[in-house]
C-alpha cells in the first residue's frame, strides 16, 4: 500500500472480500460517520475509509486552495486513492457533497468504477427558477457569515438542524464536534464551493448505474432534490427513506445498509 498516500488521507482498508467499496464522508465529517454502514459490508467486500484533507485525521499540509477552489479537487483526491491503491470495479458510496465529488470522478474515469451510491445528494443548493433546491441565496450568504463570524455558534446552531431527529440529541452533537473539528480555513472554502456550486449539467453525463438515497424530511437536500436528480441522470434510481434527517447513515444505518444492499443485488 502507498504509506505516502495513506498517511495524507487517514486511508483505512478493511473487510474479506476482493471488490472495493470506498466511501466518501461529507462536508465537516470525516470517515467515522461510516462507522455504523462500512462495517456491514465488509463480509463481501475491501472497505476503503479514508478523509478528506483539512478533516478528521488526514494531513493538513497537504491543503491547496487552487487545487480546491473547485468539487473537481476534491474529486482528484478520490482518484488518487483508486490509482494509488490500484482500485478497480469500485463501489462508490457518497454522503452529500461527496455524492457530486462521486459522480465527478466517476464521469472522469468511468472504467475504474462500476456503481455510484450517493446518500442525500444535491446538484445544487440554490433556488433557480422552476429548480428548487431548498436555499434562497441570501440564506447561504447569511449561513457563510456567520460561520465566519462564529463558528462554533454556526456549528453549535446547524449540526442539530442537519442531523434532524431531535429526539436524539446525541447525533446531533456529534455532528456539532466533528464540524468544530474540521479546520476553519478549509471548512470555509469547502462551504463555499459545496453551497454556491452548480452539478446539474453533470447529471446526464454519468455513465454508470447510481443509487440515490433520500430522506423524507431533509433541509438540506430536500425530497424534491432527489427527484430531480433520479430524473436527470441516466441508470439511476431514487430511494426514498421514510426517516428524517440529512445523515441517514447515523440515524437510519439498518435502512441504509438495506437500500445499498438492495442496489448492489438488482442493478446491472
Not at 465527478?104 to 429548480?131: H, K, T, W
Not at 433541509?219 to 432527489?226: L, M, N, S, T, Y
Request: aromatic content about 10%; hydrophobic content about 35%.
Amino acid at each position: 500500500m502507498n504509506q505516502t498516500l495513506t498517511h495524507r488521507y487517514n486511508i483505512n482498508v478493511s473487510g474479506k472480500g476482493t471488490q472495493p467499496m470506498l466511501f466518501a464522508h461529507g462536508f465537516g465529517c470525516d470517515q467515522g460517520m461510516w462507522r455504523y454502514v462500512a462495517p456491514a459490508f465488509e463480509e463481501d467486500y475491501k472497505v476503503i475509509r479514508f478523509d478528506y484533507i483539512g478533516h478528521g485525521r488526514a494531513t493538513l499540509d497537504a491543503y491547496n486552495r487552487e487545487r480546491y477552489a473547485s468539487l473537481h479537487g476534491y474529486a482528484q483526491d478520490v482518484l488518487d486513492i483508486c490509482e494509488g491503491l490500484d482500485l478497480q470495479r469500485v463501489i462508490l458510496v457518497g454522503h452529500s457533497v461527496s455524492s457530486m465529488i462521486g459522480l465527478l470522478a466517476c464521469i472522469q474515469q468511468p472504467a475504474r468504477f462500476e456503481r455510484l451510491v450517493m446518500v442525500g445528494p444535491s446538484p445544487r443548493y440554490l433556488n433557480d427558477g422552476e429548480y428548487f433546491g431548498g436555499f434562497e441565496r441570501e440564506d447561504i450568504e447569511e449561513l457563510l457569515l456567520t460561520m465566519e463570524s462564529n463558528f462554533f455558534g454556526w456549528a453549535t446552531s446547524l449540526g442539530p438542524a442537519i442531523m434532524g431527529n431531535p429526539d436524539r440529541p446525541e447525533l446531533g452533537e456529534e455532528l456539532t464536534r466533528s464540524f468544530c473539528r474540521t479546520d476553519l480555513a478549509v471548512a470555509q472554502q469547502f462551504a463555499r464551493v459545496t453551497f454556491y456550486g452548480d452539478n446539474r449539467k453533470d447529471l446526464p453525463r454519468m455513465p454508470l448505474p447510481s443509487l440515490i438515497i433520500q430522506t423524507a424530511e431533509d433541509i438540506i437536500a430536500p425530497v424534491e432534490v432527489g427527484q430531480y436528480i433520479a430524473q436527470n441522470t441516466p441508470g439511476s434510481r431514487l430511494h426514498l427513506l421514510p426517516t428524517s434527517g440529512h445523515c441517514p447513515h447515523l440515524s437510519a444505518p439498518t435502512e441504509t445498509i438495506d437500500a445499498i444492499r438492495s442496489f448492489l443485488q438488482h442493478s446491472s
